[in-house]
């Protein structure tokens, strides 16, 4: 989620607000320490600034993540990407890569997408 969140270089508070929602609410998040928030971010952050930085992402969040919540993952972060009204380019793109590195199946991700969508409209 900071990651689709930081893609574009500008982070907005309603993306904040739908991660800090998301953390507080969804039952995936349970056992989550909400304070661990600030060390992610950072790390993200951090790996955005390198060269090899994204592929370095995706092997922490494959290492981290049971395969059964790629599509959890996914549909959280298409929320993230929708939450200000608009995607960008960069936004967009990592969206794609998502897609990619977590194998989804390209009909289940259009399903998500059109969910968040659909949930984002005004």
Do not use: N, W
Not at 5 to 22: C, G, P
């Amino acid at each position: 989620m900071i990651a689709v969140s930081a893609s574009d270089a500008d982070i907005r508070t309603a993306e904040l607000v739908k991660i800090e929602a998301a953390v507080q609410m969804l039952p995936i998040f349970a056992e989550y320490d909400p304070d661990r928030m600030s060390v992610v971010s950072q790390v993200v952050f951090d790996l955005f600034e390198q060269e090899d930085g994204l592929d370095a992402l995706f092997g922490l969040i494959r290492e981290a993540l049971p395969e059964r919540l790629f599509e959890t993952a996914y549909a959280l972060a298409c929320d993230v990407a929708a939450a200000d009204g608009t995607l960008g380019e960069a936004e967009l793109r990592l969206l794609e890569e998502i897609r990619y590195e977590l194998s989804l199946d390209r009909l289940h991700a259009a399903a998500i997408e059109r969910g968040a969508r659909a949930r984002h409209l005004t």
